[in-house]
């Protein structure tokens, strides 16, 4: 406390000046510099992303042309040039084959959170477990995965990877519904209850309705987080042959996989191919967490809050 | 309105009937609560199975398969020795530098978003955190060692002379490894990884300080910074040793991009210029070429990880849940 002045002094000195010139110099400085620092902070956040996007762009876009969505992988890795089709395929496939896993699943766990549960502990624990859920290293659900299924039926699968992809997902699904659901006015469901439908109608038909762009909005973002995720994949669906396929039911080519391996390698072609990956996995990722984002907007709109 | 005139008067229509829907009431009920159930189940699933497969590995190596630092599945002679303290070395090393860099940024972002930002640049602000959220953790990877490492080799080996004479620094900034690929380039960009989820966290946990704080701390002729010292980070501190927990429990569980860029090395060295692996890049890298006790060591390394990461955001989840429950009391 330097301020401390003895009151007969600061009588005669008037009444305190309130400027910012009054502020000591240290504690102006201190100020200043602390502000500068938490503006930069931000500022060297941009660095990496502006950094990372202009290299994949960069990049991805000297190999980018149309063939490299739509013709095979090149299998002599001596060939440069285009071809990441089953690539994008497989990667659709799985990303899908898991939202249809883990969305509908999702969405009824975070109904009984939010409808039945509420603050029972059961629910608490269930709402604690789903948070530390998506703490848990992907990699840990490949290897969940490799040991349940791929150990069990002896080789990997696209549908084990979808697996792998819709244990990512749950619980992202869980939370972010919930949220939704928590807005849902509470005079919407006093309404259709005093109507006379039951708990389960009310839920389908009348909250499920109210939230179901937030739900899309939660169910995109785990698409986006699931569709970039390499390691679940790495023990579930990573030994694939380079030819558009649809087989579930055999190991699938996806891009993050490919990527992956591809970056390992010495060969500048191959990097070249993986750049080209790494930008239509980006654009893909990109365009749903932003439509993920403009969905819950809406939704929150909607709901009034 | 056909209804009303068929009738009986003095019968009202039951509201409480046994008739339509009260056994799908409670099938719905009980398909919820399984559903929900499924999370705890799968975790279960997760620790059981994955134990189950690993326990070779464990019951050979007991206790030292985290106290030795010796890895050697394939010796010349005698028994294959897994001894993962090495990798949990690297783990711990590569998320620390992660923290001490990513952290400040971290809470220097949710600081400008709720103190200092104009509304409209409020908006563009989260807009370049969602989108650093966004970007694949093999992106990373494949910028980090194509673009990325190779830079910073220069910079190491600037650091490095510079530090050279200074005892102390000089062994943790050695001679650096000429590919960059080390626990500095893995921690770095773990950093970047980790700065979205820190950032989210304690933007929410900062947003709870009651403005009435902060008043009061502007009213005693506090500058800014003197508010957010005074104000704000006492009221919030819990909760931001929470974002922080989560933070290193991502960049702890972090596998593709760690892997691609921290080296491939079995060492223990002070060295952070050096390469080493950590426990989730071991796994990737290894599990192709592994069999028999070597695949149950992995998958063991896989466990101990589960284990850490559940117990890292167990705490993490309940620091940021007293910090709410202790705001939301003082609400009340």
């Given at each position: 406390?330097?301020?401390?002045?003895?009151?007969?002094e600061?009588?005669?000195?008037?009444?305190?000046?309130?400027?910012?010139s009054?502020?000591?110099p240290?504690?102006r400085?201190?100020?200043r510099v602390?502000?500068?620092l938490i503006?930069l902070?931000?500022?060297?956040?941009?660095v990496?992303?502006?950094?990372?996007?202009?290299?994949?762009?960069?990049?991805g876009f000297q190999?980018m042309?149309?063939?490299?969505?739509?013709?095979?992988?090149?299998?002599?890795?001596?060939?440069?040039?285009?071809?990441?089709?089953?690539?994008?395929?497989?990667?659709f496939?799985?990303?899908g084959m898991?939202a249809?896993?883990a969305?509908?699943l999702g969405?009824?766990g975070?109904i009984?959170?939010?409808?039945?549960?509420k603050q029972?502990?059961l629910?608490?624990?269930?709402r604690?477990?789903?948070d530390?859920?998506t703490?848990v290293?992907?990699i840990?659900?490949?290897?969940?995965?490799?040991?349940?299924?791929v150990?069990?039926t002896?080789?990997q699968?696209?549908?084990?990877?979808?697996?792998?992809?819709?244990c990512?997902?749950l619980?992202i699904?869980?939370?972010?519904s919930?949220e939704i659901l928590?807005?849902?006015?509470?005079?919407?469901r006093?309404?259709?209850?005093?109507?006379?439908?039951?708990q389960?109608?009310?839920i389908?038909?009348?909250?499920?309705?109210a939230?179901?762009?937030?739900?899309?909005s939660?169910?995109?973002?785990?698409?986006?987080?699931?569709?970039?995720?390499?390691?679940?994949?790495?023990?579930?669906?990573?030994?694939?042959?380079?030819?558009v396929?649809?087989?579930?039911?055999?190991s699938?080519?996806?891009?993050?996989?490919l990527i992956?391996?591809?970056?390992e390698?010495?060969?500048?072609?191959?990097?070249?191919?993986?750049?080209?990956?790494a930008?239509v996995?980006?654009?893909?990722?990109?365009?749903?967490?932003?439509?993920?984002k403009?969905?819950?907007?809406?939704s929150?709109?909607k709901?009034?809050? | 309105?056909t209804t009303?005139?068929?009738?009986?008067?003095?019968?009202?229509?039951?509201i409480?009937?046994k008739s339509?829907?009260?056994?799908?009431?409670?099938l719905?009920?009980?398909?919820?609560l399984?559903?929900?159930?499924?999370?705890?189940?799968?975790?279960?699933l997760i620790?059981?199975?994955?134990t189950?497969?690993?326990?070779?590995?464990?019951q050979?190596?007991?206790l030292r398969?985290?106290?030795?630092?010796?890895?050697?599945?394939?010796?010349?002679?005698?028994?294959?020795?897994f001894?993962?303290?090495?990798?949990?070395?690297?783990?711990?090393v590569s998320?620390?530098?992660?923290?001490?860099?990513?952290?400040?940024?971290?809470i220097?972002?949710?600081l400008?978003l709720?103190?200092?930002a104009?509304r409209r640049?409020?908006?563009?602000a989260?807009?370049?955190?969602?989108m650093?959220a966004?970007?694949?953790?093999?992106?990373?990877?494949?910028?980090?060692?194509?673009?990325l490492?190779?830079?910073?080799?220069?910079?190491?080996?600037w650091i490095?002379?510079?530090f050279?004479p200074?005892p102390?620094?000089?062994?943790?900034f050695?001679?650096?490894?000429?590919t960059?690929?080390?626990?500095?380039?893995?921690g770095?960009?773990?950093?970047?990884?980790?700065?979205?989820?820190?950032?989210?966290?304690s933007?929410e946990?900062?947003?709870?300080?009651?403005?009435?704080?902060?008043?009061a701390?502007?009213?005693?002729?506090?500058?800014?910074?003197?508010?957010?010292?005074?104000?704000?980070f006492?009221?919030?501190?819990?909760g931001?040793?929470?974002?922080?927990?989560?933070?290193?429990?991502r960049?702890?569980g972090?596998?593709?991009?760690?892997?691609?860029?921290?080296g491939?090395?079995?060492?223990?060295?002070p060295?952070?210029?050096?390469g080493?692996?950590?426990?989730?890049?071991?796994?990737v890298?290894?599990?192709?070429?592994?069999?028999?006790t070597?695949t149950a060591a992995?998958?063991g390394?896989g466990?101990?990880?589960?284990?850490?990461?559940?117990l890292?955001n167990?705490?993490?989840?309940?620091?940021?849940?007293?910090?709410e429950i202790?705001?939301?009391?003082?609400?009340?």
């Amino acid at each position: 406390m330097t301020t401390t002045v003895p009151p007969a002094e600061r009588a005669a000195a008037g009444p305190p000046s309130l400027r910012r010139s009054a502020l000591t110099p240290r504690r102006r400085i201190t100020n200043r510099v602390a502000m500068v620092l938490i503006t930069l902070a931000l500022v060297i956040s941009v660095v990496p992303l502006a950094w990372v996007t202009i290299s994949v762009l960069a990049r991805g876009f000297q190999i980018m042309s149309w063939e490299f969505i739509t013709e095979d992988i090149p299998n002599s890795y001596r060939r440069v040039g285009p071809g990441m089709a089953p690539a994008i395929v497989g990667t659709f496939l799985i990303t899908g084959m898991a939202a249809l896993l883990a969305v509908p699943l999702g969405v009824f766990g975070a109904i009984y959170l939010n409808e039945y549960g509420k603050q029972k502990p059961l629910a608490q624990l269930i709402r604690t477990m789903a948070d530390v859920m998506t703490g848990v290293p992907s990699i840990v659900m490949g290897l969940f995965i490799y040991t349940v299924v791929v150990v069990t039926t002896g080789q990997q699968t696209g549908f084990a990877g979808a697996l792998a992809l819709a244990c990512l997902m749950l619980p992202i699904v869980i939370r972010s519904s919930e949220e939704i659901l928590r807005l849902v006015p509470d005079e919407l469901r006093q309404a259709s209850l005093a109507l006379g439908a039951r708990q389960w109608r009310t839920i389908l038909t009348v909250v499920l309705p109210a939230a179901i762009s937030g739900i899309a909005s939660g169910a995109l973002l785990a698409i986006a987080r699931a569709a970039g995720e390499t390691a679940p994949l790495l023990f579930t669906c990573s030994i694939f042959n380079p030819a558009v396929s649809t087989d579930v039911t055999h190991s699938l080519p996806n891009l993050p996989v490919l990527i992956f391996t591809y970056s390992e390698q010495p060969d500048e072609a191959l990097h070249q191919q993986a750049w080209g990956a790494a930008l239509v996995l980006m654009l893909f990722v990109l365009v749903s967490s932003l439509l993920a984002k403009a969905l819950l907007a809406r939704s929150r709109r909607k709901l009034g809050r | 309105m056909t209804t009303q005139t068929t009738q009986e008067k003095d019968a009202p229509p039951p509201i409480t009937g046994k008739s339509g829907g009260v056994r799908t009431e409670r099938l719905f009920s009980w398909w919820t609560l399984a559903t929900g159930l499924l999370v705890l189940a799968i975790l279960a699933l997760i620790l059981i199975t994955t134990t189950k497969q690993a326990w070779p590995a464990f019951q050979e190596m007991g206790l030292r398969f985290i106290t030795s630092s010796t890895w050697d599945p394939n010796p010349a002679s005698g028994d294959p020795v897994f001894g993962a303290l090495a990798f949990i070395y690297g783990t711990v090393v590569s998320s620390l530098i992660a923290l001490l860099i990513g952290v400040p940024i971290s809470i220097g972002i949710a600081l400008f978003l709720t103190e200092l930002a104009p509304r409209r640049l409020r908006a563009t602000a989260v807009l370049i955190v969602d989108m650093l959220a966004a970007i694949p953790s093999v992106v990373f990877g494949l910028w980090g060692v194509l673009v990325l490492a190779p830079l910073l080799v220069h910079v190491y080996r600037w650091i490095s002379d510079l530090f050279a004479p200074v005892p102390g620094l000089s062994s943790l900034f050695g001679e650096p490894v000429g590919t960059g690929r080390s626990f500095m380039t893995a921690g770095i960009i773990l950093a970047i990884m980790i700065i979205p989820i820190v950032t989210s966290i304690s933007r929410e946990v900062l947003s709870t300080v009651p403005q009435a704080n902060k008043d009061a701390a502007f009213a005693l002729g506090a500058t800014q910074w003197e508010m957010i010292t005074g104000a704000v980070f006492p009221h919030s501190f819990g909760g931001l040793v929470g974002a922080v927990m989560l933070g290193l429990g991502r960049a702890m569980g972090e596998t593709i991009a760690v892997s691609l860029v921290i080296g491939g090395a079995t060492s223990i060295t002070p060295n952070l210029f050096a390469g080493g692996n950590s426990m989730a890049a071991v796994i990737v890298q290894q599990f192709g070429e592994s069999t028999g006790t070597f695949t149950a060591a992995l998958i063991g390394l896989g466990v101990v990880l589960f284990a850490i990461t559940v117990l890292v955001n167990l705490s993490a989840r309940l620091f940021v849940r007293r910090a709410e429950i202790r705001v939301r009391g003082a609400a009340t």
